[in-house]
């Protein structure tokens, strides 16, 4: 496709379920970030990925919290132990060029939505 | 630390115009862009201001002054469809969102 794709969508889990989410951002882009958006708030920063480097992962709340780039492509947000604070819109984001050295937008996928009971 | 300030909520009327206010305080500053995010959409592009001044894009325009720490996106010619939350971010060396200003349109 054409934009960044997530998946799944929509997930509920119990809490204490691990959980895995995708990100396939825009074919060739090098920045990748995650970012966490609870309801009526704006995004927080996650995790900043530049090809398959982690370069930030200051945002992630807790340990429970893991995010993987490993070919450069694809990424997975996987959060452990999951808790009801946990629930939020997960968001990711690409951009063509290193975020740190280039102007440019990121372009942003609809969210994976996760509710924890 | 990182502030990023937008009024929460907004209304107006179809025609009108709206100006959505912004001010921060960030520990670097490399641009500030505003987003358009529609209720369980994705955030979608709007504009990008790197220097002081203001940028028209159609019904769209965006300011920004550097010195005062402050930006505003105005809305022209106000639609229905432009009922949506405005979300005003810093680019540093990730990019920081206020939480965003939600904007209903009323005929």
């Known amino acids: 496709g054409a934009g960044v794709s997530q998946s799944p969508r929509y997930k509920v889990a119990k809490r204490g379920q691990d959980v895995a989410l995708r990100c396939d951002p825009i074919?060739?882009?090098?920045?990748l970030f995650w970012y966490q958006q609870a309801l009526g708030q704006g995004p927080e920063f996650l995790t900043y990925?530049?090809?398959?480097?982690?370069?930030?992962k200051s945002g992630l709340p807790s340990d429970r919290f893991f995010a993987e780039r490993p070919e450069g492509s694809v990424s997975t947000l996987k959060i452990q132990r999951t808790q009801q604070e946990d629930s939020a819109v997960y968001l990711c984001a690409s951009s063509p060029r290193l975020w740190t050295t280039n102007t440019g937008e990121l372009f942003f996928g609809e969210g994976s939505r996760l509710t924890v009971l | 630390g990182q502030n990023i300030d937008q009024p929460t909520e907004m209304t107006a009327t179809e025609g009108a115009i709206v100006q959505i206010n912004c001010t921060y305080q960030?520990?670097?500053?490399?641009?500030l862009f505003w987003y358009q995010q529609h209720a369980g959409e994705a955030p979608t592009f709007l504009s990008y201001n790197v220097l002081d001044g203001l940028e028209e894009k159609g019904r769209f325009s965006s300011f920004l002054s550097r010195s005062k720490g402050y930006s505003y996106l105005l809305l022209k010619e106000l639609q229905m469809k432009d009922s949506a939350s405005y979300l005003c971010?810093?680019?540093?060396?990730?990019?920081?969102f206020g939480t965003g200003t939600r904007l209903q349109v009323f005929p």
């Open positions: 074919s060739g882009h090098v920045s």
């Open positions: 971010a810093v680019r540093e060396a990730k990019l920081i």
């Open positions: 990925f530049q090809n398959e480097a982690q370069l930030d």
């Open positions: 960030t520990s670097g500053f490399n641009g």
